[in-house]
Each structure stands twice: as C-alpha cells, then as structure tokens.
DNA sequence: TTAGATTTTATCAGTCTTTTCCATTTTCCG
DNA sequence: CGGAAAATGGAAAAGACTGATAAAATCTAA
C-alpha cells in the first residue's frame, strides 16, 4: 500500500532502456527478454528486470518483455506521453546549437523560447525561435509556464541567470556552465560538462 | 600494502572538487574545510573528507584543506599535469562548436584532429584545425599516438566509427551520439545525451 | 498433452556507499 | 597561557543497491 520509493539511479536509466527499445522497435521486433537489452546497454540482466519490477510487472515469464508496451509504460512513467516545452538562456555556439538540434523535437521537447544579453543577437532568429532580450526571461517563462530550462551561458552568469529562472518558476534546469549552482531542494539540476568527464576518463588512462 | 581500490564513483566527483576549488582559488582563498566545500558543492563535509582519504590525508585539522597543494594534488591524481590530445570524429553542428570550445584548452585538453566524411566539409578549418576525411582515421589517430576520442556523429554512424576508433588505439570515448556503444571492457566510454537527461527530470517534474 | 527449456518475479544475501561517531590536532580568543 | 571551538581522519554502523537463487509461468516441440 505504502508507494514505495524508486531509488533515483533507477529512474536515471530508465530513458536508457526506453532508447535501446525504441531502437529496436524500429528494427521490428516485438519481443525482448532482459538478457538481450542488457547485452545492447552493457548492463546485466538482473538490474534490468528489478528496475522495472519497480513499476509492476511488464514481462511474460518464458518469452520476455512486449517491446511496444513497455515503451508506452516507460513513456507514461517518465511522463513523456506529452510535449514539454523548454526555455533555453545563452545564445551562443552551445545554445544555438542546441536549439537547432533535430533530437528534441524528435522525443517530444520543444525550445520555446530562446534568451540572450547580446543586443546583436536579441531579434535574430534561430530555426523557428526568435532570440529575446534576457530582460524578458521572467515575463516570457511564466506567460508560457514553462518547467523546464537549459543554461548556456558562460559560468559567471550561470546562477544568476539559474536564480532568476527559479524565481520565474522553473523546476528544472539542464546546466551546460562549467560550475556547480546552488539550488533550492525542490529544483531538479543536472549538469553536462564534457570537461569533467574527460577529466574522469583521464584517470583511468594515466598508467602508461 | 595493497593498494586498494578507489570506487569509480568517487574518481567521478574528483572533477568536481577540482572545479570548486579552482574558482575559491581565483577567488583569493587559501584554505578551505571540507563544510564550505561540501555547500558550495551541494554535497557532505563527510562525503568529501572520505574521497579524499583515499588518497592519503591533505587536510589540516583546525584550519582545513590548503587550496593550493589540493589542487595540485587532485590534478596528478587525475593525470592532468599535462596536455591530453583528443580527436573529434563528426563536423556538423556540434563537432564544430566542440572544436571551438575555450574550455577545452583552458584546462589543459588540445583538440588536434577533427574528421568528417563530408567532402564539402573536408578540407576547411575550424579555427587552427583541418577537417580531414574519416579515411584518414586510423592512420592520423596513431601517428599522434592520441588516446581519447570525441563522438559527435549522427546514431546510426556512431557504433561503427567506435569500432574504427578503438582499432586506432583509442582508449577512451565521449559520446554524444544518442545510442548505447558496445565496447571492449579495456575502453573507457562516457555518454552526453541531453535528452536522456531531461527526461530523467521529467519523471520528477511530472507531478502536476 | 506433456516434458523441457526459457524467462520473469520475488526474496534474500552480499557488496558497495554513505553517514555517524569520536579521538586527536590545530586554531582562535580572552 | 589555557580553554573553547573548529576541523580532519579513521573505524564502525547504517543504508542503499546489486547480484544470486528458487519458484512460478509460459512457450515450444514432439
């Protein structure tokens, strides 16, 4: 009765199990056991069926995992079975980059809007998005009660600009700035930051 | 005696600290404790004092963590004193902005070589680099004798330049590519998909 | 229809991580 | 100088996650 509480690292690998399935649904198969999509994903096959038994029972014992249900329970659980729509700050290389990039719009996440301090930049158009003067930052998130926001600014304007988006009623924020932001609790934040993860890696490959 | 074993996990948040301490450093401060660490990098006091431990004790009891000797203490744990070269493998959107990427040679990486199979594309430059043919994959990455790679190519291209790369030589990769690679054990293989990331989040922000 | 192979599910044991506790050392301040 | 406060580092406890095992269900083929 009690909703038991799933344990962040699994939630973090569902969209992971969701993309390899998706994938294989798109090579045509129906059918999928935990040995299989472990392989794919590098994973072991164990893990992969006390992840979902968090969610209930999607498997047929004897034959595996129905591959287009179980998307659409992933779908449903992720709460992916809509558009989210996004607010990305910092229109430079990065930020346009990414809001030019043909993957989000592919798996159901629209860039909204679009924001730089730039003044050679606020009225230009990147795609479809025009980019606005980060003096409307506020104004524009909560007019379009956007959740969702992507940092693409240099790491000295990083929490200032993650303080206001918070305060416009963000509740997630996808950091490109090479720093750590301090947050509220009730703020999801992730960081990408391909230095440190090289940086990971060069550890590993110092022994020679 | 035995030299034991420090937890990938903990290798993993070393960039981070290293990071943190970097900008206290540029900010004049000499010494630090392990709490002001732990706050400003949304972390424990007692989560940094033991990851630290495993590599011996740095700190002062009283006073704290000298910045300065930690610093340069985390960067000869992590190899990074000195300058990693890397190739990038895809020119598009982001193999470009990669390439252009101040942060990289800031911190001691030096994207050297960058491929595409695009003919219109081969040949230019991208600041001081060549876009050279992927042909020429094998043959470049060994004769730098470079160990890291960067994966910027569409999904469907990314398992097989993978394979070519490790067949170079290569022992770790950063893939941005939204696909899950198959590697030998002996490659260290990191992954950047933005949307899995955002979707992650979505299953907290959903409850609305 | 039945036997055997396959595969999930649930449970439990084991391992890995994190947190807590505390002795010790250093610093600060009157 | 001396006592209180601050801080580390190691040991041990607690907690979380993973891997293994047994039981149940399904499928396949003869």
Known sequence: ??????????????????????LMAKEGL???SSGVLAERLGTTA???????????????????????SLIE????ILN??????VAVV????????????????RRGIEIKLLFDVDPKLVGTKVGSITIQHVDYLEKEIQHHGIKIGVLAVPAEYAQLMADRMVEAGIEGILSYAPVS???????????????LQLQTMMYYLGED
Not at 90 to 105: E, M, S
């Open 181 to 195: 932001l301090i947050l509220p609790e009730s703020v999801h934040a992730q960081h990408i930051d391909p230095v």
């Open 30 to 32: 129906h059918t999928v």
């Open 1 to 22: 009765m009690t909703k038991e509480v799933v344990p962040d690292i699994v939630i973090a690998r569902l969209p992971r199990y969701l993309q390899c399935l998706n």
């Open 46 to 68: 164990a893990q992969i069926r006390k992840d979902l038994s968090y969610f209930g029972g999607f498997g047929k014992q004897g034959s595996g995992y129905p591959i287009y």
């Open 90 to 105: 910092g229109a430079g290389d990065l930020g346009r980059a990414l809001t030019r990039y043909q993957g989000f719009p």
């Open 80 to 85: 992916l079975d809509r558009i989210w729509q």
């Open 73 to 76: 329970a992933l779908q449903e």
